[in-house]
């Protein structure tokens, strides 16, 4: 082999070396975020409890429609809709995010986009439990300007990998 050719194959070589070190690393930071922060991770949102004044309004999301929660390292979404692709009068579809901000128990929500664009820039503080493959957060969704006043329980279940 001469020299030019030996040179570009040590190169490739150390190039492929770099390379899985570097997702070997990410993988490694991956699985420490997510171990340090288990709500890390896509959640499907299984029932949906309100509380206003003496009503009670509890939805079972299994039904006729869908919502997943993604949430990453720094930023949280959100995609509903229905399982009819829009054909019927079950019709919707609902999608938001932004940052979110977690200590503790506690879990605050910065909604920055959303579909209905009255409730951007406001942000949502919950509290969460984490059992096993459960998410549950509880707290309020207050929006003064839009007479928004609710006492809310989600519950999700974590999406497999």
């Not at 999301?61 to 509903?80: D, G, S, V």
């Not at 229905?82 to 977690?102: E, H, R």
């Amino acid at each position: 082999m001469n020299s030019k050719k030996l040179i570009t194959f040590n190169l490739f070589i150390a190039l492929l070396i770099l390379g899985s070190s570097c997702s070997e690393r990410k993988e490694e930071h991956k699985k420490v975020l997510n171990e340090s922060h288990p709500i890390i991770g896509t959640w499907k949102l299984i029932s949906g409890t309100t509380i206003k004044g003496n009503d009670t309004v509890v939805i079972d999301y299994t039904q006729q429609q869908e919502m997943i929660k993604i949430i990453n390292e720094t930023h949280f979404a959100f995609l509903r809709h229905d399982l009819n692709k829009g054909q019927d009068s079950t019709a919707i579809f609902v999608a938001g995010g932004g940052k979110y901000f977690l200590k503790n128990n506690i879990y605050v929500e910065y909604l920055e986009y959303f579909n209905n664009r009255a409730w951007e820039g406001n942000s949502f503080e919950f509290e969460y439990t984490i059992r096993g493959d459960t998410l549950i957060t509880k707290g309020v969704e207050k929006i003064e300007e839009l007479k928004v006043d609710y006492f809310n329980i989600e519950k999700y279940c974590r999406v497999p990998q």
